[in-house]
T-cell receptor, first 113, second 115 residues
């Protein structure tokens, strides 16, 4: 049973526009959420995280929003750049999982110039 | 510095070989992890070391044997692997696991091919 879901396998966005990547989770015990970016044949790179006590966290072009009641989080990238083209993984942790990360399946983002 | 290094970058081994993957971090992190990643899939946790002790083994076959010689180093010893073990093997580290800081920093991975 997938506890972290990224229902969009891929997303295509024009350069300069906003990219919105979505993630849903089912386990209400998760209390920390992270986004990672991955290029082919490289390790995932940590992008941004959010604790369940917040509803928004911002770092430069990246903003993560958390809606606890809906068990939903999203990553906004503004403005999108061609170098943002990668696979984005949502991950959750905390509660019974301690410091284990539970990953979603990933979303491929393509930013067209 | 958020760098985790892994060697080798690529490894090709036969099913009867013994080889080792190495991982190093100098961020003072006290938790280290091994993951396996297949193409188009998320990373799959294999082992977790906390304070140099094995704290989690995700039912990994015994042909994979982890070792944590000190707080900066993590090895994965490989023996009698199968072709289906071919994958990208990732090492990661994180700060004191008891302090609610969950960010894990990943190395570039070792691309393993078992022939």
């Amino acid at each position: 049973d997938q506890q972290v879901k990224q229902n969009s396998p891929s997303l295509s966005v024009q350069e300069g526009r906003i990219s919105i990547l979505n993630c849903d989770y089912t386990n209400s015990m998760f209390d920390y959420f992270l986004w990672y970016k991955k290029y082919p044949a490289e390790g995932p790179t940590f992008l941004i995280s959010i604790s369940s006590i917040k509803d928004k966290n911002e770092d430069g072009r990246f903003t993560v929003f958390l809606n606890k009641s809906a068990k939903h989080l999203s990553l906004h990238i503004v403005p999108s750049q061609p170098g943002d083209s990668a696979v984005y993984f949502c991950a959750a942790s905390g509660g019974e999982y301690g410091n284990k990360l539970v990953f979603g399946a990933g979303t491929i983002l393509r930013v067209k110039s | 510095d958020t760098e985790v290094t892994q060697t080798p970058k690529h490894l090709v081994m036969g099913m009867t070989n013994k080889k080792s993957l190495k991982c190093e971090q100098h961020m003072g992190h006290r938790a280290m992890y091994w993951y396996k990643q297949k193409a188009k899939k998320p990373p799959e946790l294999m082992f977790v070391y906390s304070y140099e002790k094995l704290s989690i083994n995700e039912s990994v076959p015994s042909r994979f044997s982890p070792e944590c010689p000190n707080s900066s180093l993590l090895n994965l010893h490989l023996h009698a692997l199968q072709p289906e073990d071919s994958a990208l093997y990732l090492c990661a580290s994180s700060q004191d696991p008891g302090q609610g800081i969950y960010e894990q920093y990943f190395g570039p991975g070792t691309r393993l091919t078992v022939t």
